[in-house]
């Protein structure tokens, strides 16, 4: 059923309520839910297990009296003939079942909208901004980054295709003590390479790749040996560092197929005076004191659990600090929605930034964190073991060059992002329907390959005047087209990709039940022509969704 039609539906259903809620009370909403058994329809509505109470009376006998109503009601509307039956099922569940009329609408309407069937208007054209990945640039991204990589840029995908304005930021954690450690790690495997001594730390970043930019700053600066290191300072190894390795996740990310509007530093913005501004303004509204020494933010005043430090004893700014800074500059731009997503390790870290949002005057609803959980990669079974500090982790780069972006971005969104994912490396590789962005791509290069032999007996897919379909697997493709719409709604309320990724698995194995069954193209020209117009709806959504997905459709496997 169309989107036009569900909300006659819908409306059907307030009206046919009041006619048995009296005035005096309040009537409940109207839920319409895809049921999880096809048994019971396309639609159902408990509005009678939830009047029950409130009227002091049997759901069925509810759903009955409720039953009569409905179909009077549907009967005057646009409604009538696409409905072929409204049936009730204890304990009180009133299902509604379509006829074939309403399923050729479904496909007329992908017909008509191609690659904007699903698109909504539900975001309302708000301006939301996804930060996401926003590695320190200490080294390549992992594989953690490169899930985050994959929700952040999907979910920002579906937003706009829901109707948000929607804007992808990456921020650059190139202040703080991380950054120091970075350019201190060059500087010492630098004079390693001169023949010095050294003595390397133990929070050191030890991966090879520290060797090669010693290397490359060496060379970059013409520097010849040991004593022209000592002409260097902190700040150069330290920049040097920051500059190379923002490169290199620039590279990564535009190779993973992720786009980033906006690349914002936190040196340019959490500055010095900035972060001071800030907390003189919070001082004045009563939320900043002092207490031995330190400069606390009274986050205990918006439901956090204690109150934070934002400036130490010694006169350095704790990390909440640029934060509150960066969160300001953020609803400072505009935005409606600000949606962060963090790894699992700062989940404590929320309570305190909605605290500072509220703090500052601003709705703290209007800022939503997503944890996205961690990503063990899997090779013949086994885990790989990682440490980013010591370098020995898998980077997205390798994931990249072993099973390709197709199947690195979809395998990093086979889980919702609040269950921890593994990845297996050998799965990915499989060119078999066991593996899953395998079986959705060869649905839809299939389906290209048949209707381009059609072209050959003149056949075309036939999108007007259907008739003929009335198989059940082709029924069931048409019922599984029609819940695209709907899914695009769910992962973008539940700020959620992996539905999208579900349904994909689920309408890719509805065509291959239905092409399994069924001859396509056949001396029925007829209803050759209606399935080709069929499997073309299927191609055009399977092509949509892998499109939000940052996936390809290809027409050759």
């Known amino acids: 059923m169309s989107e036009e039609a569900r909300v006659q539906l819908q409306s059907i259903l307030e009206q046919s309520v009041k006619a048995v809620c009296p005035q005096p009370l309040k009537q409940p909403s109207v839920i319409l839910e895809i049921p999880g ?3 019971h329809g396309e639609l159902s ?3 009678a297990l939830r009047l029950a109470g409130l009227l002091k009376q049997s759901p069925m006998a509810l759903a009955a009296q409720l039953q009569g109503i409905i179909q009077k009601n549907i009967d005057g509307t646009p409604l009538k003939g696409k409905i072929a039956a409204v049936e009730i099922k204890p304990p009180g569940f009133i299902n509604f079942f379509f006829s074939a009329a309403a399923f050729y609408d479904i496909l007329y309407k992908v017909f008509s909208e191609k690659d904007g069937f699903g698109r909504s208007a539900i975001g309302q054209n708000q301006k939301a901004q996804i930060e996401f990945v926003s590695a320190n640039p200490t080294g390549p991204l992992s594989v953690a980054h490169a899930r985050q990589a994959a929700v952040g ?7 706009k295709f829901a109707g948000y304005d929607v804007t992808e ?4 954690n190139d202040e703080g003590n991380q950054i120091n450690i970075l350019g201190r790690s060059i500087e010492l495997r630098a004079r390693e390479i001169f023949g010095q001594e050294i003595n390397f730390p133990e929070d050191g970043y030890q991966g090879d790749y520290i060797r090669d930019m010693a290397k490359k700053f060496i060379e970059d600066n013409k520097i010849k040996n040991a004593e022209g290191l000592d002409k260097k300072e902190l700040k ?11 490169s290199v996740i620039r590279q990564e990310l535009k190779d993973f197929g992720v786009h980033f509007d906006v690349w914002s530093h936190q040196s340019k913005i959490a500055t010095t005076d900035n972060i001071e501004k800030v907390l003189e303004f919070l001082k004045e509204k009563g939320f900043i004191y002092e207490q031995e020494g330190a400069v606390w933010f009274k986050s205990t005043a918006f439901g956090d659990d204690k109150d934070r430090v934002v400036k130490k004893s010694d006169g350095s700014f704790t990390y909440l600090a640029p934060d509150i800074v960066y969160h300001k500059n953020k609803f400072e731009r505009g935005f409606d929605k600000v949606i962060n997503l963090w790894g699992p390790d700062h989940h404590g870290y929320i309570p305190r930034l909605k605290a500072a949002v509220a703090a500052l005057g601003r709705d703290p609803k209007n800022l939503e964190v997503l944890i996205v959980q961690l990503a063990t990669i899997f090779r013949d079974g086994k885990p790989l073991s990682m440490s980013t500090r010591r370098g020995q982790y898998i980077s997205l780069r390798e994931v990249m060059d072993e099973v390709g972006v197709d199947a ?4 990093f969104l086979m889980r919702r ?3 921890h994912l593994d990845f297996d490396l050998e799965l990915a590789k499989k060119q078999t329907p066991e593996n899953p962005v395998y079986y959705i791509q060869y649905a839809h290069a299939r389906i290209h390959s048949i209707i381009e032999f059609a072209k050959e007996s003149k056949l075309k897919p036939k999108k007007s005047g259907l ?8 029924i069931d493709l048409i019922r599984t087209i029609s819940y695209f719409p709907e899914v695009i709604s769910i992962c973008a309320g539940q700020r959620e990709p992996y539905t999208l990724v579900s349904y994909l698995q689920e309408l890719a194995g509805s065509f291959h039940q239905f092409y399994d069954k069924h001859r396509v193209v056949s001396d029925n020209v007829d209803l050759s022509s209606e399935r080709l117009g069929l499997i073309d709806a299927a191609k055009t959504v399977l092509a949509n969704g892998l499109r939000l997905l940052g996936v390809s459709a290809p027409i050759k496997m």
Request: aromatic content about 16%.
């Open 408 to 411: 690195g971005r979809f395998f």
């Open 236 to 246: 150069d190894f330290r920049q040097f560092g920051v500059d190379y390795l923002l």
């Open 37 to 39: 058994d096809k048994k």
């Open 153 to 159: 840029d999907a979910l920002a995908n579906i937003l």
């Open 169 to 172: 930021e990456f921020y650059v």
């Open 45 to 47: 509505c408990n509005v």
């Open 417 to 419: 992002i609040d269950a």
């Open 467 to 474: 008739a003929l379909l009335k198989e059940k697997e082709e």
